[in-house]
């Protein structure tokens, strides 16, 4: 049993999940455009992980006994102006994310709700791991910078990712 101010909560969250899920199938479509697999692949399985996330939402929700209510995505960048331009997007959204999270578990400790609070903690887990992984990468990226060669070493090895459900 959870509040109904939670469960409204839960729900925006979910819609953030699914819209993670779009910028980086975007970001995969973009890669795919601009010819770099290996960074079209990393995005793809970033959006099959942001749809697990979603999913996790969905089914804490409707185990609560509440509604799942979902609604409109707000459509993503279609465009962006380089590899590094898609990587310092998508940590910009993982922090916007994980201060998302971090106000539901604030929320969860305000109603005494220990369920959701304790559903919570492997979303704070995640966001760390996600933040680091990006923080890496990005940190290639800038060593690269405009070196052919060097991009095409970092396309090469975020050709390897694969989704681990
Ligand atoms: Fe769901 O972790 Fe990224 O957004």
């Known amino acids: 049993m959870i509040s109904k101010k939670m469960a409204e909560a839960l729900n925006e969250q979910l819609n953030k999940e ?14 795919e455009h601009i010819g770099l697999k290996g960074f079209a692949n990393w995005f793809y399985v970033q959006y099959q992980e942001e749809m697990t996330h ?17 609604k409109a995505i707000e459509q993503p960048d279609q465009e962006f102006e380089s ?38 903690q492997w979303f704070v887990t995640e ?9 890496e990468i990005l940190d290639q990226l800038k060593l690269v910078q405009n070196s052919g060669n060097g991009l095409f070493m970092v396309d090469k090895e975020l050709g390897s990712r694969t989704f681990q459900p």
Do not use: C, R, W
């Open 18 to 31: 699914l819209f993670s899920a779009y910028l980086y199938l975007s970001m995969s479509a973009y890669s």
């Open 54 to 70: 979603a999913m996790k939402f969905y089914k804490y929700i409707l185990d609560q006994g509440e509604q799942v209510k979902l």
């Open 83 to 120: 590899p590094l331009d898609m990587f310092e997007k998508t940590l910009e959204h993982e922090k916007f994310i994980t201060k998302s999270i971090n106000d539901l578990v604030d929320l969860a400790i305000q109603e005494k709700d220990y369920a959701t609070h304790t559903f919570l």
């Open 127 to 135: 966001q760390v791991e996600e933040e680091a992984s990006v923080n």
